[in-house]
């Protein structure tokens, strides 16, 4: 059934299954079982999401990626994070896709929460077979991103995005008291989501 799905549907919800697994590893707490399933399903997506993108007939990629998604609703017990929580407001008040919106925010979060992080996900860089470290994935990140052809920013996301003071302030508010952000590995205040969402605003590097 998902072959006949367009490249921005195979690239939204591959991405969505990647932020589950991204954000279930990256959470606080001990369940080194979801962490288990969470890192060998970052490790599916990242090897076949741009497969099935290319050529959505690649059948091998999509049971792969179909693998990588039931993988990611299983790990996200252990928690989710920012990624989510600034995902769902703004899908609530723009009506946007939601995975794709995931991975909008993806690389301002995993930046807004590199000193929680950095070395957890030297480790998933190495299992995933990435050089570098916390700064080699966010680069490989950053790469899919533009392979799949995300938008750069939410201004080139959202057509005619008008996000004034008020807008903005409700967007920070929703996102801290999102059911997600309690997973946060770095606790996740109005400020924080603020900086994040200012960040998506003018775009990945």
Request: hydrophobic fraction near 45%.
């Amino acid at each position: 059934l998902t072959v006949g799905m367009p490249p921005f549907i195979t690239a939204g919800t591959g991405m969505d299954a990647l932020a589950h697994c991204l954000e279930a590893w990256c959470a606080p707490g001990y369940h080194p079982m979801a962490e288990g399933i969470a890192a060998e399903g970052v490790r599916l997506v990242l090897a076949n999401l741009p497969r099935a993108y290319a050529d959505g007939t690649d059948i091998e990629a999509r049971a792969h990626m179909m693998s990588a998604a039931a993988m990611g609703a299983t790990a996200f017990q252990k928690g989710l994070g920012a990624i989510h929580s600034l995902s769902h407001p703004i899908g609530a008040l723009y009506d946007t896709h939601h995975g794709m919106t995931n991975a909008v925010f993806m690389p301002h979060v995993l930046e807004f929460n590199r000193g929680a992080i950095e070395k957890k996900m030297g480790r998933l860089a190495a299992y995933c077979g990435i050089a570098g470290g916390f700064d080699g994935f966010l680069a490989h990140v950053n790469a899919l991103c533009d392979e799949l052809k995300v938008p750069k920013s939410l201004p080139a996301f959202i057509d005619g995005l008008d996000m004034d003071e008020e807008r903005r302030q409700l967007i920070a508010e929703m996102a801290v008291v999102d059911p997600t952000a309690g997973g946060n590995p770095v606790e996740l205040t109005v400020d924080g989501a603020l900086d994040i969402l200012d960040r998506a605003m003018k775009g990945r590097r």
